[in-house]
């Protein structure tokens, strides 16, 4: 196991609802990266937290907003949900920005009906 | 951009085959090239790294090796097992300004038979 924990495992939402997901980061790892991983396809960068401060952003629309707190633990909000949302939300922690190791944890898997 | 392709799967092979799976990258810069392994149901294990040309990146008896000259790190086993079957990622990282993240390619599925 990496430490690298999201909740909940999995989730069913309505379409134009709202969701928080949430990632508790490996021990000792001040950054989170947030990926969307739809069927069938590679991981998605989504955004980057580093030290409370979003740090990158991929092609993600505003409605994807993130947080991370004084424990480098995270949360993904996602607004206004659409059926194209539907996808395994995966969270990664590492030390610093360049990615040279990131841990993963198991993902969630939202379902947007 | 940056980006990475791998042989389309599904990969189907007898247990103690030889494995390869291609993956090659487009990049500007040097990035440091990842393989990571998602089983059923799970997220992503990295599997192995390398941070600059000619290195290899072995682990669990799989190896790669990072090649420039070929913009390639194709993933290697000797002889492979049952539980080895999985879904492979093939990854570069993208130091440009979005802060270090991940580039992944579409994964490629290894069904390995007994």
Not at chain 1, 21 to 47: D, E, K, M
Not at chain 2, 42 to 70: C, I, M, P, V, W
Not at chain 2, 85 to 101: E, I, P, W
Request: glycine share 10%.
């Amino acid at each position: 196991e990496t430490g690298v924990t999201q909740s909940p495992t999995h989730l069913i939402k309505t379409r134009g609802q709202q969701v928080t997901l949430r990632c508790s980061s490996q021990s000792g790892h001040n950054t989170v990266s947030w990926y969307q991983q739809a069927l069938g396809q590679g991981p998605q960068f989504i955004f980057q937290y580093y030290r409370e401060e979003e740090n990158g952003r991929g092609n993600f629309p505003p409605r994807f907003s993130g947080l991370q707190f004084p424990n480098y633990s995270s949360e993904l909000n996602v607004n206004a949900l659409e059926l194209d949302d539907s996808a395994l939300y995966l969270c990664a922690s590492s030390t610093g920005t360049s990615n040279t190791e990131a841990f993963f944890g198991q993902g969630t898997r939202l379902t947007v009906v | 951009g940056n980006s990475v392709t791998q042989m389309e799967g599904p990969v189907t092979l007898s247990e103690e085959a030889f494995l390869t799976i291609n993956c090659t990258y487009t990049a500007t810069g040097y990035p440091s090239l990842f393989w990571y392994v998602q089983y059923p149901g799970e997220g992503l294990q990295l599997l192995l790294k390398a941070t600059k040309a000619d290195d290899k990146g072995s682990n669990k008896g799989f190896e790669a090796t990072y090649r420039k000259e070929t913009t390639s790190f194709h993933l290697e086993k000797g002889s492979v097992q049952v539980s080895d079957s999985a879904v492979y990622f093939c990854a570069l990282s993208d130091r440009g300004n979005q802060g270090g993240k991940l580039i992944f390619g579409q994964g490629t599925e290894l069904s390995v038979k007994p």
